[in-house]
């Protein structure tokens, strides 16, 4: 049974055009994360939200945003995407804090901008 | 300097070798060490913790030593389907569940 899960799985934009990218959980746990992946790199993570708490990473760019309506759902809003912001989109959840709380990663989002 | 550092790879050995991936973390306050497997085009899944005695999980073992801030993990036996890219990972102590990733070491297992 599928735990976390992002949609769309595969997503093309043009260069500038608003994109949102959804993720949503069964786990019911509290902190939910994106993270932006490029090939051969390690994930970086953009933010996070701690129940209904926004955090934003200090190198994270204005033209990523995020919305967590509820528990279950996360998404990702990219603005006005470059042809740098092409890459696996991943979304994680754990519960609240804790040494060894581990994350759960949806599948991801390919995100190709053209 | 990469807060995470992992030797890329690839590492290329034969079934039933013995592989072993080394990693080195930067900031002292790293409380918590993680491998976390990634196959090709796929999500990171935790394959084990790293705890400070050392620990083992059937064919992988893990291994921390906090005076040298470096991490280990062994794999014996290789089989063909630990092909993946392996992935360090530390928490910061202190506030939310945030993991710092490398950028991960790729294993190629082949008969």
Known sequence: DAMVIQNPRY???????????????TLNHNVMYWYQQKSSQAPKLL?????????????TPDNFQSRRPNTSFCFLDIRSPGL??????????????????????????????? | ???????????????GATVAFNCTYSNSASQSFFW???????????????????????????????????????????????SATYLCVVKIS???NKLIFGAGTRLAVHP
């Open chain 1, 47 to 59: 933010f996070h939200y701690y129940d209904k708490d926004f955090n934003n990473e200090a190198d």
């Open chain 1, 84 to 114: 740098g912001d092409a890459a696996m989109y991943l979304c994680a959840t754990s519960r609240k804090t804790g040494d060894l709380n581990e994350q759960f990663f949806g599948p991801g989002t390919r995100l190709t901008v053209l």
């Open chain 2, 94 to 96: 202190g506030g939310y």
């Open chain 1, 11 to 25: 997503q093309v934009t043009q260069f500038g055009k608003p994109v949102t990218l959804s993720c949503s959980q």
């Open chain 2, 36 to 82: 976390y497997r990634q196959d090709c085009r796929k999500e990171p899944k935790l394959l084990m913790s790293v705890y400070s005695s050392g620990n083992e999980d059937g064919r992988f073992t893990a291994q921390l030593n906090r005076a040298s801030q470096y991490i280990s993990l062994l794999i014996r036996d290789s089989k063909l389907s630990d």
């Open chain 2, 1 to 15: 300097r990469k807060e995470v550092e992992q030797d890329p790879g690839p590492f290329n050995v034969p079934e």
